[in-house]
């Protein structure tokens, strides 16, 4: 009897991240050394984050974070330097409800690796002869949520063609 009570106790949801890893990464400094020698002002810097998802196997998860970043002179417009990440994990999901697997791709695992993201691409626009630049935080339930509302716009207006 003792058996049978616990095979029917509902499983602990998990998510355990197995790896992770590089997928691209990109640097340019198209204008060193002037860039680096004469003295420009802090340059004006423009950060785009996007996130990334897919299904491996039954219960492995590929998530990651793109970051571009497009740092440009503000006296003459002249690029500084362009830097392109895409950083992913691979996650093993256990007992999560299917309609919450997005969520948990697209909020809580970039939560985890977005540490990590920052840290890249500072030690990357140092080791391009800049101050390290720190990606402000981000909030990744928001940008799921303007995912979801977009993917909503783009449904709709493919029903109504």
Do not use: C, H
Request: glycine share 4%.
């Amino acid at each position: 009897m003792a058996d049978e009570t616990q095979n029917q106790q509902p499983q602990e949801a998990s998510m355990q991240i197995i790896t992770q890893y590089v997928k691209d990464l990109s640097f340019e400094n198209p204008n060193s050394p002037e860039s680096l020698l004469s003295g420009w002002p802090a340059p004006e810097t423009q950060v785009q984050i996007s996130l990334m998802q897919n299904q491996l196997n039954d219960d492995v998860y590929e998530a990651g974070i793109n970051v571009r970043v497009e740092a440009k002179n503000k006296k003459d417009d002249k690029m500084v330097f362009i830097v392109e990440l895409q950083y992913a994990a691979a996650v093993a999901l256990q007992n999560i409800p299917k309609e919450n697997i997005p969520a948990v791709l697209m909020v809580e695992v970039p939560k985890l690796l977005f540490p990590f993201v920052r840290e890249i691409v500072a030690k990357t626009t140092a080791n391009g002869g800049y101050p390290p630049l720190y990606l402000a935080p981000v909030s990744f339930e928001q940008l799921y949520i303007s995912e979801v509302k977009r993917l909503k716009a783009e449904q709709g207006k493919a029903a109504n063609n």
